[in-house]
T-cell receptor
Framework: NAGVTQTPKFQVLKTGQSMTLQCAQDMNHEYMSWYRQDPGMGLRLIHYSVGAGITDQGEVPNGYNVSRSTTEDFPLRLLSAAPSQTSVYFC???????????????FGEGSRLTVL | EDQVTQSPEALRLQEGESSSLNCSYTVSGLRGLFWYRQDPGKGPEFLFTLYSAGEEKEKERLKATLTKKESFLHITAPKPEDSATYLCAVRNSGGYQKVTFGTGTKLQVIP
């Protein structure tokens, strides 16, 4: 049981490049989400999904795209990278409320992105 | 808008020296207050969920308590392996995924 797996762990991009951060979970969680963590700021929600085919915006969605074609995978796409997107990105998953979830989030180990 | 403020930003303790971390919050309709531990270079790891004022939860040397305005994470006789950043978060009634995190308290326990 690997939990939440993120790839890559480190990435350097040039301004304007695009890339996809991968996230996979093997716990059969309905809910998945992406956060970014910046120094002096709390984790901020980018996008989230309550199930396959359903996504919604969080607090800081601009410049990012998501899709959820399977329960297991929730990739985050940076469309045209900007230096302001330099951050550590965390994918998280959780059980739905219907499944008895209490909101507890299971996090991946993070993807550290630098945009030059 | 929900707000979570954690204090102190950093705390240095001698091994065995007990202390408390504070999490003050304002939220519209609390649906859970969460504590997480984050080690350097890792993702946050869940510790506790509290739902109502007066509730307490314990795990080894950690005890979390909740009032209507704040939560405390009490650390009793800490050990060096308790060194980490401790994050507090709240969920409001507006949505299951709408969680607001604080900036954390970085705890260092010195042998």
């Amino acid at each position: 049981n690997a939990g939440v797996t993120q790839t890559p762990k480190f990435q350097v991009l040039k301004t304007g490049q695009s890339m996809t951060l991968q996230c996979a979970q093997d716990m059969n969680h309905e809910y998945m989400s992406w956060y970014r963590q910046d120094p002096g700021m709390g984790l901020r929600l980018i996008h989230y999904s309550v199930g396959a085919g359903i996504t919604d915006q969080g607090e800081v969605p601009n410049g990012y795209n998501v899709s959820r074609s399977t329960t297991e995978d929730f990739p985050l796409r940076l469309l045209s990278a900007a230096p302001s997107q330099t951050s550590v990105y965390f994918c998280a998953s959780s059980y739905s409320r219907l499944a008895g979830g209490t909101g507890e989030l299971f996090f991946g180990e993070g993807s550290r992105l630098t945009v030059l | 808008e929900d707000q979570v403020t954690q204090s102190p930003e950093a705390l240095r303790l001698q091994e065995g020296e007990s202390s408390s971390l504070n999490c003050s919050y304002t939220v519209s309709g609390l649906r859970g207050l969460f504590w997480y531990r984050q080690d350097p270079g890792k993702g946050p790891e869940f510790l506790f969920t509290l739902y109502s004022a007066g509730e307490e939860k314990e795990k080894e040397r950690l005890k979390a308590t909740l009032t209507k305005k704040e939560s405390f994470l009490h650390i009793t006789a800490p050990k060096p392996e308790d060194s980490a950043t401790y994050l507090c978060a709240v969920r409001n009634s507006g949505g299951y995924q709408k969680v607001t995190f604080g900036t954390g308290t970085k705890l260092q326990v010195i042998p």
